[in-house]
């Protein structure tokens, strides 16, 4: 499987979102400004995490973007899902006509891949990224670097 941008970017923005959730909705311009992606992007991909239910847009002064759901209810599996990317590694995407309209050999091969990294992603939640001091530590660093108001909640609020 080949991961496109499109997936890996939504992922990233998401975990972004899925940090400073707590201190209130989080501009597309700051997640942009932060993680190095494209704000016309960003808005093509929050717009399908949207359809999803995966984000949800806030209006008005002070306004952007919220979790749709608690971040322990939203895996990686979901978010690349909502962005239509696949994770299907056979030559047929499933149609079972690799071979000149029939199966191929290895069919069953890349097809218990697909099923396995699908159920790797989907048991990674965005809730276990938060609690990651590593990964806190990089968004700090990627908020200062950025100029972003870095408000993120304390270390020791995390296991509350």
């Not at 159920?119 to 950025?146: C, H, Y």
């Amino acid at each position: 499987m080949k991961l496109s941008t499109k997936g890996r970017y939504a992922v990233t923005a998401m975990m972004d979102l899925a940090i400073h959730d707590r201190d209130g909705p989080v501009t597309l311009a700051d997640i942009s400004s932060c993680q190095g992606i494209s704000l016309s992007y960003l808005e093509q991909l929050f717009a399908r995490l949207r359809q999803s239910g995966l984000v949800e847009g806030v209006r008005g002064p002070g306004g952007g973007y919220r979790l749709g759901k608690p971040s322990n209810q939203i895996s990686v599996a979901d978010i690349i899902s909502a962005v239509d990317e696949t994770i299907d590694n056979t030559r047929c995407k499933g149609n079972l006509d690799c071979n000149k309209g029939e199966r191929c050999l290895t069919h069953h091969l890349w097809n218990d891949l697909s099923e396995r990294l699908y159920d790797f992603l989907n048991d990674i939640t965005l809730s276990e990224f938060i609690k990651d001091p590593e990964v806190r530590k990089i968004s700090q660093r990627q908020d200062s670097t950025a100029s972003r108001i870095a408000t993120m909640f304390p270390p020791r609020s995390i296991a509350s």
